[in-house]
């Protein structure tokens, strides 16, 4: 194709991340006669794959990374083209690629994900984890690394601590307790004895796919000596288990060795040269972990220091920025039209359209503008990236159709299956009383090392949950919140381990 020649398209979508790629899938088999195409920068897609609806909400799925072939043989009307956006022209319906071909599309989804917000740019210290690529860059550093410094305290803090071994880890987490962002203090307690003890020779049996960083890339010799994360190019997020296939281990014989240093960041990062020309004394890695109350100074010479605002500083062999992400909005907005949300997101609609006419956006690009349901909230996770890759499909479906579209029934209640320490964890609703002040209350039932249940009542109705463990109660929780029963005749009761509360609710 030359490189001013254009590709007319009913529907194109960019991005090979779990959004994009359900949408595409969606729409292949709502307009089988119809080319979908779908740009992605990655070699690879995410396939979502043994979809189960769990319950009214909650979904359960793997996640597989394939080749773009898998994804064309599934749905023969769907040609994936591996090739970034240079360019977007909102009023000319017009994509550029990267490669120099340009299309014209009729409906443009964009589902470009988000790369990760590293606490400082250009420093080979500093890593962000986002993508399969930036895994293995990971992995690579981590097999000679004696310890490391982690900064944030999401899904991909929670998960990297607890699954590597053989190296000290100098967790850096601004929130009073770990996990802030999924579970309150409480529940944080609850998991962090699992941090001080061996992890299970013979883990969980885990359902969905194991990735590989040895075997998922075919790189040509220009790219094997500097892969993507280390260029700054992020492909899409990762999926669930993503760990399962990556050996974390570093160079120390040991298990789990980590140090909280909770409610501070890092305030100064330091070169080993620079560090030492200053004459400052890091300190060693705690023996006794967070309760030692005398420091003693570090003997050993590090890569790199951190300097944390409380003061206290500490060499490591790396740092792993996991302090969120930023939706990937450059090269769609600039010289367009389009809304940008406060978190830098593509501002969407209750139809998943942006504000320019026939491009929609579904996953971590974007954010809801929309009013939401009181008992949802929008989080980037895996979840919410399928469900509105799917909605955004359909959405576009319907206008292509001239129908109309009710909201999907999954923004109603926000829920969530994921896996922490080892432990499975169910998220509903309101589950850290977000946005609910202080007219709410908590009951909590708590059984050390097997279970943590946690349900928000407001006015005497369940708002959310928190579960922990195999507690088999998150589709009796699930209903009481969707149904906003009156539940105060119940009291404490609601939570007693010797009443079988689903014979209440059937």
Not at 191 to 213: D, N
Not at 229 to 246: N, Q, T, V, Y
Not at 312 to 329: E, L, M, Q, R
Request: with cysteine; aromatic share 8%; net charge negative.
């Amino acid at each position: 194709m030359a490189a001013t020649e254009s590709e007319k398209c009913k529907f194109l979508i960019v991005g090979g991340g779990i959004a994009g790629v359900t949408c595409a899938e969606q729409l292949a088999s709502q307009f089988p006669s119809d080319e979908i195409i779908l740009l992605t920068a990655s070699p690879l897609i995410k396939a979502v794959t043994n979809f189960k609806q769990v319950s009214k909400v909650l979904e359960d799925f793997d996640v597989e990374e394939q080749p773009h072939s898998f994804l064309e043989e599934r749905n023969p009307n769907v040609r994936v083209i591996q090739s970034a956006v240079k360019a977007l022209a909102a009023d000319q319906h017009t994509v550029c690629t990267e490669d120099g071909r340009r299309y014209v599309y009729e409906k443009l989804c964009i589902c470009a994900g988000a790369r990760p917000k590293l606490i400082t740019h250009g420093n080979p210290h500093v890593l962000g984890i986002r993508d399969t690529d930036s895994a293995q860059v990971f992995q690579k550093r981590l097999s000679s690394a004696r310890r490391i410094a982690v900064v944030g305290n999401g899904g991909i803090a929670l998960e990297l601590v607890y699954e590597i071994e053989g190296c000290e880890v100098i967790w850096a987490v601004k929130d009073k307790a770990m996990g802030n962002t999924f579970f309150d203090a409480g529940a944080a307690q609850f998991l962090v004895p699992q941090l001080e003890s061996a992890k299970p020779k013979a883990p969980a049996i885990c359902k969905r796919t194991k990735y590989s960083t040895e075997a998922c890339f075919v790189l040509g010799p220009e790219h094997q000596e500097q892969s993507d994360a280390e260029r700054g190019e992020f492909g899409s997020a990762l999926g669930p288990d993503w760990h399962e296939g990556i050996k974390l281990k570093g160079t120390k014989e040991v298990s789990h060795k980590v140090h909280f240093e909770y409610q501070c960041e890092i305030s100064q990062i330091y070169q080993q040269e620079e560090f030492t020309k200053l004459m400052k004394t890091p300190l060693a890695f705690p023996e006794h972990g967070s309760d030692q109350t005398e420091s003693t100074a570090d003997k050993e010479l590090w890569p790199v220091y951190i300097q944390l605002t409380n003061g206290k500083t500490y060499g490591c062999d790396f740092i792993v920025s996991a302090t969120g992400v930023i939706p990937n909005t450059e090269p769609f907005v600039r010289g367009n039209n389009l809304e940008v949300a406060e978190d830098c997101g593509l501002k969407v609609n209750e139809h998943m359209c942006t504000s320019a006419p026939d491009i929609y956006a579904a996953g971590d690009v974007c954010t809801t503008a929309w009013e939401p349901s009181s008992l949802w909230q929008q989080m980037r996770l895996w979840t919410q990236a399928r469900q509105m890759g799917w909605y955004a499909a359909k959405c576009m479906a319907a206008d292509t159709l001239g129908q109309s579209i009710e909201m999907d029934f999954c923004f109603e209640l926000f829920a969530h299956i994921t896996k922490f320490f080892n432990h499975k964890v169910v998220l509903l609703g309101k589950y850290n009383a977000q946005g609910l002040g202080r007219d709410h209350e908590l009951l909590l039932r708590c059984t050390k090392g097997h279970e943590y249940v946690k349900v928000v009542m407001q006015r005497g109705r369940m708002m959310g949950a928190v579960l922990i463990g195999d507690t088999d109660l998150e589709e009796t929780f699930e209903n009481l919140i969707l149904n906003q029963m009156d539940l105060s005749a119940y009291g404490e009761d609601l939570l007693n381990p010797n009443i079988d509360i689903e014979d209440y609710f059937d």
